[in-house]
């Protein structure tokens, strides 16, 4: 304020002042919904303000001469400059004087700051009239198995909402919970992204693909939704169930958590009872029925997650996660990445790197490994060479290729404790492609919906040679041993390259957790593999390609301390 007090020139602001007083409460009302109408008495008026300014203060003598002023630019000059501003400094403007507040009602000015801030495009006012029908800005929102008539009678009423409105009232007010979030639910865990679309805020769960088809794009559905239904008054929707939406709430509990709330779980009973509810269920999840699954674990397994999520009737608690930050020398662009866990289905892993380790940490969880735990860690330091094709069929072999390797690393452990206490150091070795280029990372993969499995494949025929003579671009090959399990027979029959890593294991109730020797399979920039040798099962990982906003780390130790926060709560 002491800002703009300044840049007025007039202090308190003598003409504006003298202005409001000269008008009644009628005429008032009727500048603020149609302003700026009389350029003319406003630069006279900001010429008297201007000369008060100039003037005040001063003894008798000749005047100095007049200092620019704010005030005394056109009208739509200042909406120009008001609109430039960010929206969280318009209300303190709004404060200066009653001129200002009155070209702060220009509602322009905030749908340019809806647009700039939270890339809300849609017009308020031309939404009929483009042919863009409320109706068709609903049923784009919704999975059309849930559009109801009920609904269809209940949409927003356009005509008297402003952008103020819809900045102050939705945007402003519920931009903390924007962005990518995991919810606290048991071990299960999963992921969400609120996001700003057209006027609505809307949540949007992504799920994995039907196990075990890796490569298929992630499924997402809306759990709620928070838009003006009239002015001034966001309204908050529960989207569970098959009934449209209905009575919800969120409660902003602190900083990088929320809470939805339900006030109608009747809307997601099924008339059919639990057996109704849990058959829909299991088709959306799982894309079959219980017969389908002839494995009795599965079927138990599959059993159990229903009733446990089931309960919570979509009221959950959500904590904030990032994506992880990227570097130029990265092995591949982290990200999130579809996983086969054997009878848990597919999962979804964050892929990360750490100096000279990357990690997979699980995004979604099940009873043995939750959430938040770090499923996989690779050993950058630690390349495997693989056998030729024939004596990679032998799982002995390949076993005792790891083994080998872990006790190199068992070693070279201990001669670092040795070498610390004699203050010594050695320098690793490089775990890149040397001849990888610093811009391959930086190239945009399309989203999830639009991007096809080829795109991957292209960046990896455009990656140069790797470093052993005997690898050709295109890898070198590649096959299971016989004896190891995939739930995917789909699984790339080329790699580029193989290191050593270590895979969690644990009882059922996350009991006896247990890092174990396996090798991680680098297949291309989309795709990776990771044998579990004590399991002597194998995961297929794909990327994900949604794109998801809002979910840049602010800064890498944010991220770390994310992935701490995250483990340490299923622990
Ligand atoms: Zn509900």
């Not at 009929?128 to 999975?143: E, F, H, L, P, Q």
């Not at 999520?309 to 994506?323: A, E, V």
């Not at 991957?456 to 399990?485: C, I, K, M, T």
């Amino acid at each position: 304020m002491a800002v703009c007090a300044r840049l007025c020139g007039v202090g308190p602001s003598r003409g504006c002042r003298r202005r409001q007083q000269r008008r009644g409460p009628a005429e008032t009302a009727a500048a603020d919904s149609e302003p700026d109408t009389d350029p003319e008495e406003e630069r006279i008026e900001a010429g008297a303000a201007a000369l008060a300014g100039a003037g005040g203060g001063r003894g008798a003598g000749p005047s100095p001469p007049p200092r620019c002023s704010l005030l005394e630019l056109p009208p739509e000059l200042l909406v120009e400059i008001f609109a430039s501003l960010p929206g969280t400094d318009l209300p303190s403007l709004a404060q200066v004087c009653t001129k200002f507040r009155r070209i702060l009602h220009t509602d322009t000015i905030w749908r340019r700051r809806c647009r700039e801030e939270y890339g809300v495009c849609e017009n308020l006012r031309k939404l009929d009239i483009t042919g863009v029908s409320c109706r068709d800005v609903y049923a784009k929102r919704i999975n059309p198995r849930v559009k109801s008539g009920r609904f269809m009678k209940i949409l927003p009423d356009y005509e008297h909402m402003e952008y103020r409105d819809v900045y102050t009232c939705l945007l402003h007010r519920y931009r903390h919970i924007l962005g990518l979030w995991q919810p606290d639910i048991g071990p299960y865990g999963g992921l969400l992204n609120v996001v700003v679309d057209g006027l609505f805020i809307i949540g949007w769960m992504y799920l994995p693909p039907h196990d075990p088809h890796v490569d298929d794009p992630m499924r997402f559905k809306p759990l709620f939704r928070v838009h003006l239904m009239e002015r001034k008054s966001a309204t908050v929707e529960c989207m569970y169930g098959h009934r449209g939406p209905h009575n919800g709430h969120i409660q902003i509990v602190k900083k990088d958590e929320f809470s939805t709330k339900c006030n109608q779980t009747d809307h997601h009973r099924m008339s059919g009872g639990r057996q109704e509810e849990f058959r829909t269920w299991l088709r959306e999840e799982w894309g079959r029925t219980l017969e389908d699954i002839f494995h009795e674990h599965m079927q138990e397994l599959i059993l159990m997650k229903f009733i446990y999520t089931s309960q919570y009737d979509n009221c959950l608690t959500y904590r904030r996660i990032y994506l992880p930050p990227s570097h130029p020398d990265d092995l591949i662009r982290p990200g999130l990445f579809k996983g086969t866990y054997g009878s848990h289905g597919l999962e979804i892993v964050m892929l990360s790197f750490h100096g000279k380790r990357a990690r997979g940490t699980k995004i979604t969880g099940d009873p043995n490994i939750p959430a938040g735990q770090q499923t996989v860690e690779i050993d950058l330091m630690h390349r495997i060479q693989l056998p030729d094709v024939e004596s990679l069929r032998s799982f002995n072999e390949l076993s005792r290729i790891v083994l080998e390797v872990r006790e190199q690393v068992r070693q070279e452990q201990q001669q670092r404790e040795d070498g610390a206490e004699d203050g010594e150091g050695r320098a690793p070795q490089s775990p890149r492609e040397p001849q990888r280029g610093p811009a391959q990372p930086s190239v945009e993969l399309p989203a999830e919906k639009g991007g096809g499995p080829a795109d991957g494949e292209a960046a990896a025929a455009a990656a140069p040679a790797p470093e052993q003579p005997a690898q050709s671009g295109q890898g070198q090959p590649f096959v299971l041993p016989v004896g190891v399990s995939s739930r995917n027979e789909d699984y790339p029959r080329t790699c580029r390259m193989c290191f050593y890593g270590t895979g969690l294991i644990a009882g059922h109730g996350f009991t006896s957790p247990e890092r174990t020797p396996g090798v991680f399979i680098l297949f291309d920039e989309d795709r990776f593999g990771f044998i579990w040798l004590e399991l002597k099962s194998f995961s297929l990982y794909s990327r994900v390609r949604a794109t998801f906003r809002n979910a840049e780390a602010p800064s890498p130790q944010a991220f770390e301390e994310m992935l701490k926060n995250i483990q340490s709560l299923t622990s």
